[in-house]
């Protein structure tokens, strides 16, 4: 039997007023549907943070979780550059 591959996601989410989260995930559908769903008590449901407004993919855990790490430690003004360098209108990239 071989080896499947698996991707794993680093993400940003994001409220309708534009508090953000990073995360990481190995399924970003499903991860973004709890965040919707609110599963989890604490920020995001709090914050109400629930559209996807960017995202990587890699192949690796490891690589994911690094990125991760990086991305959260960037100033709020990187992180909005970045978002806004693959998704200018904060729109809800889950929906497509």
């Given amino acids: 039997m071989g080896k499947e591959r698996s991707s794993f996601f680093v993400y940003i989410a994001a409220s309708p007023s534009r508090t953000i989260y990073i995360g990481v ?9 709890e965040h ?19 995202f990587e993919e890699f192949a690796d855990a490891v690589a994911a979780i ?19 360098s693959m998704n200018p209108t904060w729109h809800d990239l889950s929906s497509e």
């Fill in 25 to 33: 995930t190995n399924d970003l559908a499903r991860r973004i549907d």
């Fill in 36 to 54: 919707r769903m609110k599963i989890t008590p604490g920020f995001t449901a709090t914050y109400k943070i629930d559209r996807l407004v960017w």
């Fill in 66 to 84: 690094s990125r991760e790490k990086q991305l959260k430690n960037w100033t709020r003004a990187k992180k909005i550059k970045l978002i806004e």
